[in-house]
């Protein structure tokens, strides 16, 4: 199983260096890189810099407000400077943020995503020199590429970055079977049963429509986890988990997992709630019979055996986000080596 670890989204900058090291001295496989205040690919460049083994992978890159060439110039240099630790993860987002935070355009947003791949990987085809620019879609017209705009090959032994995928609904789950090489899930939409009833089965309609077979689609699961070296840590923990997904599963396009389990009106409600500006009664609405439902916990003593328990017929890597202090890192490296090992 490989681990892969997330970063406090405000982390600064100026900080990112030692969170990428901290982490590759733990032993993990990957470090993702989430777009909330900072931009990714600058984030991604300074974990590169700072590491020697770790794959840095975007978790996901909003593709609908950016250009597929500025996105494909960013991913082949940081391809280049890092032998080829980097891998492009792209991802819709949501229309408010794209239309209102973003001013960009959401129509048909799994049908730009899929031409937005396209374009790219046109990109990085045209850089190789294997064929001429000439990129036709829907949503992309890419035609014009002069030697004096086209950067140099990448070395010897680095290839193009692998693309990776990340979402919740069903056309964008296929769409990742079609395309991509690997597919991470939303921490509110990463429980076995949304693995297993509708993430795999997206994934396999998809790889099928290609002739390609589902595991030719690496799958991490993006879970939520609750932590700690004692029981009392985990208590505590709790409480922060359930604040998080009160917010989250305000979200209508995060629904998919509640469903599953028969809660259909928690999301209304907590919307409701959300419009009344009473954020801090959202977090009662998350009862511990959801919390336990939805989230694993453990001590690091035995993290491997829960993910084992929850994930280990249904993925091949897994979201363990470290503590913001470093005081178990002893018990968190043991706890990965172990988890890796299986």
């Not at 730009?112 to 992309?140: M, N, P, T």
């Not at 296929?174 to 991509?180: K, M, V």
Request: charged share 20%; aromatic share 8%.
């Amino acid at each position: 199983m490989r681990v892969c670890a997330g970063l406090d989204p405000r982390l600064a900058l100026l900080d990112i260096a030692a969170h990428a090291q901290r982490i590759e001295s733990l032993g993990y496989d990957a470090l993702h890189i989430a777009e909330t205040v900072h931009d990714p690919f600058l984030v991604s460049m300074a974990a590169l810099q700072a590491t020697q083994t770790l794959t840095v992978r975007t978790s996901v890159a909003l593709a609908l407000v950016r250009s597929p060439m500025a996105v494909a110039y960013s991913a082949w240099d940081l391809a280049a400077m890092s032998d080829g630790r980097f891998q492009l993860g792209l991802g819709t987002q949501i229309r408010p943020h794209i239309e209102r935070r973003f001013g960009a355009q959401f129509d048909n947003p799994v049908q730009r995503l899929s031409d937005h791949i396209g374009a790219v990987q046109a990109c990085w085809r045209a850089f190789d020199g294997l064929e001429k620019l000439d990129y036709h879609s829907e949503h992309y017209t890419l035609n014009l590429l002069t030697p004096n705009f086209t950067p140099d090959p990448l070395p010897v032994g680095v290839t193009r970055p692998t693309i990776w995928m990340g979402g919740v609904n069903k056309n964008i789950v296929e769409l990742a079977g079609r395309i991509a090489s690997g597919f991470v899930t939303h921490p509110t939409n990463s429980h076995p049963r949304y693995l297993s009833e509708l993430c795999r089965p997206g994934l396999e309609v998809g790889a099928h429509q290609v002739g390609r077979s589902v595991d030719d689609v690496e799958l991490v699961v993006g879970t939520q986890w609750i932590l700690g070296r004692t029981q009392d840590d985990l208590d505590e923990r709790r409480e922060h988990n359930r604040r998080l997904l009160a917010f989250l599963y305000s979200t209508p396009a995060y629904e998919r997992t509640l469903d599953l389990f028969g809660w259909t009106g928690l999301a209304a409600q907590l919307r409701s709630l959300i419009r009344d500006q009473r954020w801090g009664d959202l977090s009662h609405v998350i009862n511990d019979e959801m919390l336990d439902t939805l989230v694993p916990q453990s001590t690091y003593e035995h993290l491997a055996d829960v993910a084992m328990e929850w994930f280990g017929e249904l993925a091949d890597g897994i979201l363990v986000a470290p503590p913001p202090n470093s005081d178990n890192d002893d018990l968190l490296r043991r706890a990965i080596q172990e988890l890796r090992s299986r």
